[in-house]
T-cell receptor
């Protein structure tokens, strides 16, 4: 069955370190998204991509970057981790960016000390 | 700008009782509306969606939602709640400009035995 997987599921890092969260989907969806989930804020969009070599900033993109070198993967990089980036991160993909169902990974819990 | 409001942060209902979770949206045109459910430690799963046509939509797990344009609402209902329905529920509207979903902050549902 097609799926979307995130790794690592849990990570603890220190302030200032670079961190990369991986997202891999096997649906062959062009559209992929990264969200962060924080208590009291729901899900907020960080970055998204509509296809290979396409990346776009979302609502809370400062301090994050993504790259899209193939259809299956959209890694999220924190260039210099900050305590404010402690959160649960969700990757999602969809076939139709406007009307399609978003398929979510199980999340990556990141703690920045 | 599009937005979604879920007025209730936390709701507790007894098992077997009926449920209604409220969702109000702000959107200029006909919205694409969604309800997602998130079980603890999991990603989000689509319950149902509304694009056009019949304003009462049926979803998985016995849920339904009714689109009311005059009230800018898309409330989620279930006639009889089961203990396994305890989760967090998110209403979302598709953003026409960014091609992604704008989520409400969620309503946590607790079910009493």
């Amino acid at each position: 069955d097609a799926e979307i997987t995130q790794s690592p599921r849990h990570k603890i890092t220190e302030t200032g370190r670079q961190v990369t969260l991986a997202c891999h989907q096997t649906w062959n969806h062009n559209n992929m998204f990264w969200y962060r989930q924080d208590l009291g804020h729901g899900l907020r969009l960080i970055h998204y991509s509509y296809g290979v070599q396409d990346t776009n900033k979302g609502e809370v993109s400062d301090g994050y970057s993504v790259s899209r070198s193939n259809t299956e993967d959209l890694p999220l990089t924190l260039e210099s981790a900050a305590s404010s980036q402690t959160s649960v991160y969700f990757c999602a993909s969809t076939e139709d960016k406007l009307t399609g169902e978003l398929f979510f990974g199980e999340g990556s819990r990141l703690t920045v000390l | 700008a599009q937005s979604v409001t879920q007025p209730d942060i936390h709701i507790t209902v007894s098992e077997g009782a009926s449920l209604e979770l409220r969702c109000n949206y702000s959107y200029g045109a006909t919205p694409y509306l969604f309800w997602y459910v998130q079980s603890p430690g999991q990603g989000l799963q689509l319950l149902l969606k509304y694009f056009s046509g019949d304003t009462l939509v049926q979803g998985i797990k016995g849920f339904e939602a009714e689109f009311k344009r005059s009230q800018s609402s898309f409330n989620l209902r279930k006639p009889s709640v089961h203990w396994s329905d305890a989760a967090e529920y998110f209403c979302a509207v598709a953003s026409g400009s960014q091609g992604n979903l704008i989520f409400g902050k969620g309503t946590k549902l607790s079910v009493k035995p």
